[in-house]
């Protein structure tokens, strides 16, 4: 299984804040396996973390903002893209202002500081997001939409459409992360003359200038009107002769705004918390759409609905009823897992083919047979136990017993004729023989119970 990521070593930049206009500097740290991505406001009393996360959003005005009470960050997809693109899992951002700086108006410079500094693989599995049906948000005020289909790999498809002559119809794709620095890394934050004063009204782009964003004029103005706008942002006068794109750098391609929309999207998932395996397309998207369909995707992650275990019943199991009664102890009426499909460091997937000759569908219940609830709580145990028992050089010399038992949840029923798969998962390293797992038992892609158990192994007498 591929290992969890953070960086080898921390590094800093510093720059304007796009919307503050305060001068800023921003820097990235190691951080341990399941830290995932937190913001730490080192200018505050007791220097408070935000996890990086889609529910913590709270505004999108030109730029992701996340917060925890009152203590915000800003304009952070740009640093957020980059740390996904790079695969990085773990990571905290430590800022001294509300606002990561908008640098050049890209991830260009947070790329070559992540690839200055480098990547280390940590002792960790990797859990992926991975797409199983298709998922779509629709912005119910207007013509913006993300979908995301079923893939084996990560992929975006971005297109935009303005009212304007001089950006209209684009589209920009991303078929691998490995081309992000070098197709989507450097494409610049753009902005439309005509929104500049309003933007400005609102108390946003005080750091904004030709060398962080892309200007685009495609309305005529009066030179007397340009004057003011450029000395409202503190900008030397500038000569406009023809309707385009202002700014010293550019263009690095002919649809850098796309491109940009991209880099942005995939800021904004990066807010999921776990990498993702599907395909992303996004029509006409923005940070409120983006970030919309991000609280939803992490609402259903954290429900567990799509990261559920592949079980195909034609491939050969990595356990048969056999090896696993070399494991367990346990033996009919009560073993009550048929096979183990998946063992990880740290995991492991078992299954159960639910019958109507089962023992206890003779009063449980007479005419309405449905599985003890009781009894998927011990065929859970039984496969973490299995997890467990795995890492010993004698297992048949020890047991797993309950010490404890929370959170248990019983969402549907399981009745004769269905396949239950139960997936189950350390929460914390084994310590003095004791392991403390979550289960879960699932048909049909749905969640019918879960729990957390502590385990004590010990040698038979």
């Not at 980059?82 to 990085?88: C, G, K, V």
């Not at 000395?231 to 850098?256: A, T, W």
Request: charged content about 25%; hydrophobic content about 40%.
């Amino acid at each position: 299984m591929p290992k969890q990521k953070t960086l080898k070593g921390s590094f800093s930049l510093t720059g304007k804040g796009l919307h503050t206009g305060l001068n800023v500097t921003v820097t990235f740290n190691p951080a341990p396996v399941n830290t995932g991505y937190k913001f730490q406001r080192i200018d505050l009393e007791g220097q408070p973390i935000i996890d990086a996360v889609a529910e913590n959003v709270v505004e999108t005005s030109r730029g992701t903002v996340i917060a925890k009470g009152d203590v915000k960050v800003g304009t952070i997809e740009h640093a957020m893209a980059a740390l996904y693109a790079f695969e990085i899992d773990n990571c905290i951002i430590q800022v001294d202002q509300p606002e990561v700086p908008i640098l050049d108006g890209s991830s260009l410079l947070f790329v070559n500081e992540i690839e200055k500094v480098g990547i280390e693989e940590q002792n960790y599995d990797k859990e992926y997001f991975v797409v199983t049906k298709k998922i779509e948000y629709k912005d119910p005020n207007g013509g913006s939409s993300i979908v995301i289909l079923p893939s084996d790999e990560f992929s975006v498809i971005v297109h935009v459409d303005y009212p304007s002559c001089v950006l209209s119809n684009q589209f920009a794709t991303l078929d691998s992360l490995a081309d992000f620095p070098k197709e989507i890394a450097g494409c610049r934050t753009f902005v439309f003359v005509r929104e500049i004063e309003a933007l400005l009204k609102n108390n946003l782009i005080k750091g904004g200038d030709l060398d962080n964003a892309i200007v685009i004029y495609d309305k005529p103005m009066e030179q007397n009107e340009i004057d003011g706008l450029t000395d409202l942002i503190g900008m030397p006068h500038i000569q406009v002769s023809q309707l385009g794109y202002l700014q010293r750098k550019p263009l690095m391609f002919e649809n850098e705004p796309a491109r940009h929309k991209l880099l942005d999207v995939i800021g904004d998932l990066a807010l999921i918390g776990k990498p993702i395996k599907g395909q992303v397309i996004a029509t006409c998207p923005g940070h409120k759409v983006n970030t919309e369909f991000s609280k939803k995707l992490f609402k259903t992650l954290k429900r567990q609905e799509i990261l559920f275990p592949e079980y195909d019943p034609s491939k050969e199991p990595l356990m048969d009823i056999n090896r696993i009664k070399e494991l367990l102890p346990h033996r009919w009426p009560f073993l009550l897992i048929d096979k183990i499909i998946e063992l990880k460091e740290r995991g492991v997937v078992g299954v159960k083919n639910v019958t109507g000759n089962e023992t206890f569908f003779c009063g449980h219940f007479p005419g309405e047979p449905i599985m003890p609830g009781v009894l998927l709580v011990e065929a859970m145990a039984q496969t973490g136990g299995i997890l467990v028992l795995s890492r010993l050089d004698d297992p048949q010399n020890y047991s797993t017993y309950f010490l404890k038992i929370d959170n248990v949840k019983f969402r549907n029923k399981v009745k004769p004729g269905d396949t239950v798969i139960f997936k189950l998962d350390l929460l914390t390293d084994i310590r003095r023989g004791c392991a403390y797992m979550k289960g879960y038992a699932i048909v049909a892609d749905k969640i019918v119970a879960e729990a957390e158990f502590l385990a004590q192994v010990s040698k038979n007498k």
